[in-house]
């Protein structure tokens, strides 16, 4: 099968810093008391942050969406990066403690955030994608999620990665959704790294200290890119395109895919000895 040409993956090559930031960073999510989303054309993704610290806040219905109400044709994944809080879904309070995941599926109606401790408000991250049937809500709470660990202290990316949202736990569309969070001393993350053109990936990267930031690389293998990329900005990678960076602090960050393969080792190498 040929794969049709696509011309923004020649283009990155020779585009300057900003006209890259514009098209692969998202920034100016996470705002106090806001609930703000954003949408990316490749495999339809919505993501956004809401941040409540008083009354509840509402998942909106952005008129561009065409829809009743958010998931009436969509599903979401949510992870709370914050203090502990709840989401209220169609009548139904599910308690969200740090790291806790929870699975909409389509059709949910009614869907509210809040926080329980106004002084360290809750942070929640939702990704969301088109979904062809309805499956059930459900909440992953993170003390269950074992965790893999990946990497070596001698490659510099030691991490655990933390599959929340998977075929394993929960049956949904398309969402696959969890986190990566590096050991004391390690900067890499996703190295060796890939590319899988049956889904895109969002990263959200979290926990990092003012003034510290991550070195995103980005692009073909043979024409990389990189992005300076700060405490809650997010990065969206094609399915052309690699993802993997180094930090000068820890961090950690979310990892969320859409598209039409769940299976998570799905993916073509790209080896560092042939990145340019």
């Known amino acids: 099968m040929n794969v049709q040409d696509n011309p923004l993956s020649r283009l990155v090559p020779t585009m300057a810093p900003e006209d890259l930031r ?7 999510l996470f705002q106090p008391g806001e609930a703000n989303l954003r949408w990316w054309e490749t495999d339809r993704t919505v993501m956004g942050a809401v941040v409540p610290e008083g009354p509840p806040l509402a998942l909106p219905t952005p008129p561009g969406l065409k829809s009743t109400f958010f998931l009436e044709r969509r599903e979401a994944g949510i992870i709370n990066l914050g203090g502990p809080g709840a989401i209220t879904v169609d009548g139904r309070r599910q308690a969200m403690e740090p790291c806790d995941a929870l699975y909409l599926g389509r059709g949910c ?15 929640f991250w939702l990704m969301s994608y088109p979904a062809h049937a309805e499956h059930p809500a459900k909440h992953i709470e993170f003390k269950s999620a074992a965790g893999d660990r990946l990497g070596s202290r001698e490659g510099a990316n030691e991490r655990t990665l933390f599959r929340l949202i998977h075929p394993a736990t929960v049956a949904t569309c398309q969402v696959v959704m969890g986190f990566t969070r590096l050991e004391t001393g390690s900067v890499w993350n996703s190295l060796p790294p890939h590319t899988h053109l049956r889904r895109s990936e969002v990263y959200l990267y979290f926990n990092l200290s003012p003034g510290q930031a991550v070195f995103h690389f980005m692009g073909e293998p043979a024409a990389t890119r990189h992005l300076v990329v700060h405490d809650s900005e997010a990065v969206l990678s094609p399915p052309w395109s690699i993802h993997c960076g180094a930090g000068t602090g820890p961090y950690s960050f979310v990892w969320c895919m ?3 393969n769940q299976d998570f080792p799905d993916m073509d190498p790209a080896p560092v000895a042939g990145l340019r």
Request: no cysteine.
């Open 22 to 28: 514009r098209a692969f960073l998202v920034t100016g």
């Open 109 to 123: 109606r009614d869907v509210s955030f809040e926080s329980a401790e106004p002084g360290r408000p809750a942070r």
């Open 258 to 260: 859409g598209g039409e």
